[in-house]
Nanobody
Framework: QAPFVESGGGLVQPGGSLRLSCAASGINFRLTTMAWYRQAPGKQRELVARVSSVDTTNYTGSVKGRFTIFRDNAKNRVFLQMNSLKPEDAAVYYC?????????WGQGTQVTVSS
């Protein structure tokens, strides 16, 4: 089983919302800082948000106030609630630890923001 399996992406209109989910396995999840990353076509993968083992969160500037990262340690899951989506948020979204583990990238989930 892949260590991280992302889901929840899709097509949404500008201003819409999506909730991404990531199921983690094979790691000590509750002690691991988890993060969401994204990669748009022609761009490098970037860190979007992270949540520590004690629920401290950090966001990249472009998503502050719109995205919320949270975790469920009982279910080994991390989520990304995305509100007020913009076309520039369109990308493949991945979860991984922070710092990321190079061999643990999953397939990601595609987010498309378009009218």
């Amino acid at each position: 089983q892949a260590p991280f399996v992302e889901s929840g992406g899709g097509l949404v209109q500008p201003g819409g919302s999506l909730r991404l989910s990531c199921a983690a396995s094979g790691i000590n999840f509750r002690l691991t800082t988890m993060a969401w990353y994204r990669q748009a076509p022609g761009k490098q993968r970037e860190l979007v948000a992270r949540v520590s083992s004690v629920d401290t969160t950090n966001y990249t500037g472009s998503v502050k106030g719109r995205f919320t990262i949270f975790r469920d340690n009982a279910k080994n899951r991390v989520f990304l609630q995305m509100n007020s989506l913009k076309p520039e948020d369109a990308a493949v979204y991945y979860c991984n630890s922070y710092p990321s583990m190079p061999n643990y990238w999953g397939q990601g989930t595609q987010v498309t923001v378009s009218s």
